[in-house]
């Protein structure tokens, strides 16, 4: 079955230091989003893509960076880890089309940072 | 700013019981909006989805009602079980925003035995 995967499902870093998560679907899915998701706000977009070499930025977008190589990845990378980024981040994927795509969501990462 | 707020915030039940869930947006012009329901731990899983034009869609015991004059959205949920223990979410997609999603901060729900 097809499905979308997120590593590492948790996290601990340090202040400073750089770090990837990774998310990898199966859908064939043109479009991939990130998210994190924090106590008292809804779900927040960071960086998006539509396609092979397409990135977008969100609505949380500063300290992150997204680069998309393959159909299958979309990697998340915090440059220089900071306290603020401490939170649950939610990977998603859609087929490209009509307004009313289905997202389907990844199991989430949880990251603290130290 | 465009924003979903969901009431109320938390929501505990007896099993068995029906419950609403409310949703007031400001999202416009907006081309759908979605219900999502969000296990502890997991992601957030599709319940219904509606488009401006639709009042209500059901999903088992799941019915969604959408009034785009008023801008508010609830969920019902009927007869209710442990297993609908869970955040529920609701979300608007923005027209002029790219269809991009706008998420509720959602009502955490208990059922208890």
């Known amino acids: 079955d097809a499905e979308i995967t997120q590593s590492p499902r948790h996290k601990i870093t340090e202040t400073g230091r750089q770090v990837t998560l990774a998310c990898h679907q199966t859908?064939?899915?043109?479009?991939m989003f990130w998210y994190r998701q924090d106590l008292g706000h809804g779900l927040r977009l960071i960086h998006y893509?539509?396609?092979?070499?397409?990135?977008n930025k969100g609505e949380v977008s500063d300290g992150y960076s997204v680069s998309r190589s393959n159909t299958e990845d979309l990697p998340l990378t915090l440059e220089s880890a900071a306290s603020s980024q401490t939170s649950v981040y939610f990977c998603a994927s859609s087929e490209q089309g009509a307004p009313t795509y289905e997202q389907y969501f990844g199991p989430g990462t949880r990251l603290t940072v130290t | 700013k465009n924003q979903v707020e969901q009431s109320p915030q938390s929501l505990i039940i007896l099993e068995g019981k029906n419950c609403t869930l409310q949703c007031n947006y400001t999202v416009s012009p907006f081309s759908n909006l979605r219900w999502y329901k969000q296990d502890t731990g997991r992601g957030p899983v599709s319940l219904t989805i509606m488009t401006f034009s639709e009042n209500t869609k059901s999903n088992g015991r799941y019915t969604a009602t959408l009034d785009a004059d008023t801008k508010q959205s609830s969920l019902h949920i009927t007869a209710s079980q442990l297993s609908d223990s869970a955040s529920y979410i609701c979300?608007?997609?923005?027209?002029?925003?790219?269809?991009?999603?706008?998420f509720g901060g959602g009502t955490r729900l208990m059922v208890k035995p």
């Open positions: 893509s539509y396609g092979v070499h397409d990135t």
């Open positions: 859908w064939n899915h043109n479009n």
């Open positions: 979300v608007v997609s923005h027209i002029n925003a790219g269809n991009m999603l706008t």
